[in-house]
Nanobody, 125 residues
């Protein structure tokens, strides 16, 4: 199983960027997928997650600005990021879990079985 994240780059504050995560080796259409990020010198944190047949969940810091979505036919996860801020800078990792989880666990890194290599997003002020 591989998760390949892509689409990161340098963007000015207030700009937008869309990153993708292509899964191969198995389908996660009935599972849970999420984005985490890690800023320099900080711990990895939850950004957004989406369970199968359920509403997405977001960290408070990105609500109203980021949108997570998935294309089950393409086995791909997306994160549309708008109104980017310098504090959004970091390496963004996609994660996936085979089965369902309870909503309260979606932001816990330890529940995910697979991780991508990360894509760097840099927001300049």
């Amino acid at each position: 199983v591989q998760l390949q994240a892509s689409g990161g780059g340098l963007v000015q504050a207030g700009g937008s960027l869309k990153i993708s995560c292509a899964a191969s080796g198995r389908t996660f259409s009935s599972g849970t997928m999420a984005w985490f990020r890690q800023a320099p010198g900080k711990e990895r944190e939850f950004v957004a997650g989406i369970r199968s047949w359920s509403y997405p969940s977001y960290a408070d810091s990105v609500k109203g600005r980021f949108t997570i979505s998935r294309d089950n036919a393409e086995n791909t996860l997306y994160l549309q990021m708008n109104t980017l801020k310098p504090e959004d800078t970091g390496v963004y990792y996609c994660a996936a879990r085979n089965g369902r989880i309870v909503a309260s666990s979606i932001d816990r890194a330890e529940v995910y079985d697979y991780w991508g290599q990360g894509t760097l997003v840099t927001v300049s002020s």
